[in-house]
């Protein structure tokens, strides 16, 4: 073979692997997009499960970095046979689980019904378990992937030591690609289940791409690849002890833990302004990747040229970035800008938080791979042992940002504590700067620690600042800020949304069902909790009610909306549950005369389809008694598609529905039975008050009697026939969100 035709291969064959890599990190984030939301819906969406997907994934990593770089060296010694045949292998399995984690999901879901509520201790470990024993196994075949291919890599050429940086190049911009197709593109047009197909038919791809590689290899002198690494340069070599690879060690470790803590805690403090949709999140899942890949391919064409940044210049700009996003979530900082004249919308906002946290990104998508290029010197053992690290670092962020930071400190503060270790890391080097780069790096570190510590103001400053009595309560599903003084202005935000307020609508919802059943209702299940409103509303009945919510501290807050609160709680036909509400149906056994639905805002609201779509609307009715009515909520406002979509899931999901809009035209009650809703009049319906109910639903109300306030309601009941949609596939399902995934449909595709 001539030095011509092998330096065409070697091309050749770099640009394959970059497609390789390429395709790999593609399929990694579409899996996690479409995981993370499937868990939702299996195990509740609350934040722990977010940070537990997230430290799961990275976990498999580590240990298949670890294991693979490990192992790597025996295995083609053993069998003869090239690196890239085992990256093949581990490719065709990652494949696999596009099929096993839903069933694995539904089988864990089932398993965890008998595990108590979302908030207590035994469920948050068990569900914890459960969802590692799903993803766990794929994420470790995923990690596996850079030291199998770097020992290819070593095959064909043993001095290449920069195979890692390539490789992370390549696989970040795939899982930049990833998550914004998945989340913008794919899951819309083809829905969950397809998204993984298409994810799945990636990885075969690869699968087969690698076998082909290993069999024209197989033409090749297997190379020896501990003899491989012994032939490295000498002075390349790591020295795991000295002071050099221990300080790399921490870093690694230091920035995953607080890159990865810190996109939890992004994802609540930007919430007010990014708001709760899908893209929110995506779009700072696809900034980090983003970002990282513009830091990466720097650090690859400065390799080229060499010229590659100090440690202390990246050190110092990473620890100064940190501090960005606390700067753009400044409300103090934006009330400034607005002031010289600029109108800071909240578009422009959610950009400037967006931009922010880039800079972080890029230094770490330029630092990670260098420190891991310098660590390993191309060998896979050691590059898998740096990655290892790196990746430990991320896997424990989250979990401390879910379970300890965010619980017990506002955001603005977790991001200061997990910004706090990368100014420590800058002493190390000091020393390579001049003196008066060593007095501006300090003091501009100094200027952000102080500002972001005294003066920042974030959303929650905003509202105990500008709110008259404002409480606010943290735990681990979400900050939950109560405020105002007289009733007409009391507000319940969590994470920053505004949920509900003190209106008879939240009354409606309970009493026009109830009001409409046949015989004495005896029992009433509320999903979703608010203000409490309707609870009380229901408890007025004498019936036995339930009512479940997601968030603790929107239970504790209830006293703080109704003067009457200690009695109600007091009364023993009435209990609130912590739970994700279409979890405590499957696990409860119990019927009820009415359910009612009420789902957070907006309607957009990421996992809100779970309380709209087809089949939960299938598993409420098999909790109704006979002559039993569900009343679902469906907000003004929305598009007309998306309403026709949560009507035609409520449609074909009960064979009798009627529908009425309220009185403020904030919204449509949707009364929906296995059984005819008696057609009353507005004077049949107030019979059928008891007086402590009649009382509750005029209590905030202008008019005088039950009589002509129900009178109001029935002249706007509007046929549900005279508004679906012709075309039957626009309707609300588990695996086609409809009402979540519509940026496309607003664009005219």
């Not at 001539?2 to 390789?20: D, E, K, P």
């Not at 490789?167 to 794919?186: E, P, R």
């Not at 046949?518 to 909790?529: H, N, V």
């Not at 957009?604 to 909520?633: D, M, N, R, T, V």
Request: charged share 15%; glycine share 8%.
């Amino acid at each position: 073979m001539t030095n011509a035709h092998s330096r065409i291969m070697n091309q050749f064959t770099r640009r394959v692997l970059f497609l390789l890599f390429f395709l790999s990190g593609f399929c990694s984030l579409a899996y996690q997009v479409v995981w993370t939301r499937m868990a939702f819906a299996s195990f509740g969406i609350i934040t722990p499960v977010l940070s537990v997907v997230l430290s799961v994934f990275m976990l498999g990593l580590a240990v298949g970095a670890w294991a693979g770089g490990r192992f790597i060296a025996s295995l083609v010694e053993k069998t003869g046979l090239s690196a890239v045949v085992f990256y093949a292998g581990a490719e065709l399995l990652i494949g696999l689980g596009a099929f096993a984690v839903p069933k694995l999901f539904a089988a864990g879901e089932h398993f965890l019904l008998a595990a108590g509520q979302t908030n207590s201790i035994g469920y948050l470990a068990l569900s914890a378990l459960v969802l590692a024993f799903s993803i766990l196994p794929w994420c470790l075949f995923m990690g596996t992937t850079y030291p199998l291919m770097m020992a290819y890599v070593r095959e064909r050429d043993c001095k290449n030591t920069e195979s890692f940086s390539f490789l992370y190049l390549a696989n970040v911009l795939g899982a930049m690609s990833g998550t914004f197709l998945t989340a913008v593109v794919l899951v819309e047009l083809l829905g969950f289940r397809h998204t993984l197909w298409v994810a799945a038919a990636a990885n075969f791809t690869i699968a087969a791409i690698g076998g082909g590689l290993g069999w024209k290899q197989r033409g090749f002198e297997v190379v020896d690849l501990a003899e491989a690494e012994s032939s490295a340069v000498p002075g390349n070599l790591p020295s795991p002890n000295n002071s050099r690879s221990r300080l790399i060690k921490t870093i690694l470790f230091s920035t995953g833990f607080g890159a990865m803590a810190m996109e939890v805690v992004w994802t609540r403090a930007f919430t007010p302004i990014l708001k709760t949709q899908v893209y929110s999140f995506a779009w700072i899942v696809f900034s980090y990747p983003g970002a990282t890949f513009i830091g990466s391919l720097t650090y690859r064409r400065n390799l080229r040229a060499g010229s590659v940044h100090s440690m202390a210049k990246l050190m110092f700009l990473l620890a100064v970035a940190a501090f960005f996003p606390i700067f753009a979530n400044d409300y103090k900082l934006m009330k400034w800008v607005s002031l010289t004249g600029l109108q800071i919308s909240e578009h422009v906002h959610a950009a400037l938080l967006l931009i922010s946290i880039s800079p972080i990104c890029i230094i770490l998508g330029y630092l990670t791979p260098r420190l891991i290029d310098e660590y390993a010197a191309g060998q896979p053992r050691a590059a898998g042992n740096a990655y290892a690290i790196n990746v430990m670092g991320c896997i424990l962020g989250p979990l401390v940002a879910s379970y300890v930071l965010l619980p017990n400190m506002g955001e603005r503060y977790a991001l200061i504590l997990l910004s706090s270790p990368f100014l420590i890391l800058c002493l190390p080097f000091t020393a390579a700067l001049t003196r008066w780069q060593r007095a501006g790096a300090t003091a501009i570190a100094g200027i952000a620690l102080v500002w972001s510590l005294f003066f920042a103001v974030d959303f929650e400053g905003l509202c105990v600042r500008m709110g008259e009595n404002t409480v606010v309560r943290r735990d681990y599903a979400a900050s939950v800020i109560s405020y105002g003084g007289s009733n007409s202005e009391k507000r319940l935000l969590v994470n920053g949304i505004g949920m509900t307020v003190l209106t008879p609508v939240t009354k409606c919802m309970v009493h026009l069902p109830l009001a409409f059943h046949k015989g004495r209702p005896e029992s009433a299940l509320l999903i979703c909790f608010g203000m409490g409103t309707t609870y009380r509303s229901a408890l007025s009945w004498n019936i036995e009610t339930t009512a479940v919510e997601l968030v603790p501290g929107v239970k504790e807050a209830f006293g703080f909306y109704h003067a009457d609160v200690p009695q109600v709680l007091k009364n023993p036909r009435g209990q609130i549950i912590i739970d994700d509400g279409r979890r405590y149906l499957k696990r409860t056994k119990q019927k009820f005369d009415v359910i009612v639905i009420d789902p957070p805002p907006p309607i957009e609201a990421a996992g809100s389809s779970l309380l709209y779509s087809k089949e939960f609307y299938e598993l409420a009715k098999q909790h109704l008694k006979p002559g039993g009515i569900l009343q679902a909520w469906l907000p003004g406002g929305v598009p007309l598609l998306t309403g026709q979509a949560v009507l035609r899931s409520v449609d074909e999901s009960f064979p009798h529905t009627r529908c009425f809009d309220s009185l403020q035209s904030w919204g449509t009650h949707i009364l929906a039975s296995m059984d005819p809703i008696e057609n009353l009049s507005p004077a049949e319906l107030a019979e059928r008050l008891p007086v402590e109910a009649e009382k509750d639903l005029l209590e905030w109300a202008s008019m005088q009697n039950a009589t002509n306030y129900l009178a109001r309601i029935l002249t706007q009941e509007t046929p549900i026939k005279n508004v679906l949609n012709p075309n039957r596939s626009i309707q609300v399902t588990d695996d086609n969100p409809y009402n979540e995934y519509f940026l496309l449909r607003e664009c005219g595709f």
